[in-house]
């Protein structure tokens, strides 16, 4: 049964599943769609053309499918789609797309999204992220399974963030990070090295880490005086290389850059 608290304004147009709960104080837009076992706890905003999948929980004062936050973007019918699972802590931020993009802002399964994170206009998220407190993306980031970006650290805008990428507290990041790359926080970022702990932790073969290790040495490599493109040109030839999924998801990335390029090792 669906319940509503009394305090709570909610447009007889939106459409709300079986045991969804809106807390006190909460609004809810006549465009809005909510599934089953959603729940506002309070003080929550929920606007625009939204649509919000099952069981995602949402805390106080968080306010998802508001315009963009774009000097051109007048674009009331821009959509933010969410799915299930997610978790949205108190000031969390989620903005629809804008009329500079495609109109959509994308939001995966299962993502944890700390206080006063902020997701922009047009961001397409995956599954499993974790984004800590005050952790920002600007419009058009793309950032892919189970990555992390720390707190307080900032995304600049057609940034993609690959999966299983580690992003460290107060990183600012401007460069495509590669799957599995690693950032430390502060200063000026520069890729690390790979997520080593994060591939253990999702029990990730001993053999494809090694294997993934040895391509990263290879491409990244700046006693090599030979191209960037020429050493991935020799990862792709590389036979051992072939038969590891990981290496592949990295060669694969690196070879489809964003106009912001990619980030390097210093």
Do not use: W
């Not at 799957?179 to 890729?191: A, D, K, Q, T």
Request: charged content about 15%; proline content about 4%.
């Amino acid at each position: 049964m669906i319940t509503v608290h009394p305090s709570a304004v909610v447009d007889p147009k939106a459409e709300l599943a079986d045991d969804v709960v809106i807390g006190p104080y909460c609004t809810v837009g006549p465009h809005v769609k909510i599934g089953a076992g959603t729940h506002l706890i309070s003080h929550v905003v929920v606007d625009g053309y939204t649509t919000m999948g099952a069981r995602n929980t949402v805390y106080p004062f968080a306010a998802l499918g508001l315009l963009a936050q774009h000097k051109r973007s007048n674009a009331p019918d821009a959509i933010l789609t969410i799915g299930d699972d997610n978790t949205f802590r108190e000031h969390v931020t989620a903005h629809v797309g804008s009329e500079v993009d495609h109109k959509i802002t994308t939001i995966g399964n299962r993502n944890l999204f700390l206080v006063a994170s902020h997701i922009a206009h047009d961001c397409v998220l995956g599954d499993d992220i974790v984004m800590s407190n005050n952790a920002t993306l600007a419009g058009h980031v793309h950032v892919g399974n189970k990555a992390i970006i720390g707190g307080l650290a900032a995304v600049l805008q057609f940034t993609r963030i690959g999966d299983g990428a580690m992003i460290g507290g107060m990183a600012g990041i401007t460069r495509d990070v590669i799957p599995y790359g690693l950032v430390m926080g502060g200063g000026r970022s520069v890729l690390s090295g790979l997520n080593l702990i994060g591939l253990q932790r999702a029990g990730v073969p001993k053999e494809q880490i090694l294997t993934l290790q040895q391509a990263y040495k290879a491409l990244f490599n700046h006693e090599d005086s030979r191209l960037f493109a020429e050493r991935l040109s020799d990862l792709e030839k590389d036979e051992t290389f072939a038969q590891n999924p990981l290496v592949q998801q990295v060669i694969e990335f690196v070879k489809n850059p964003s106009k912001n390029n990619i980030l390097q090792p210093e």
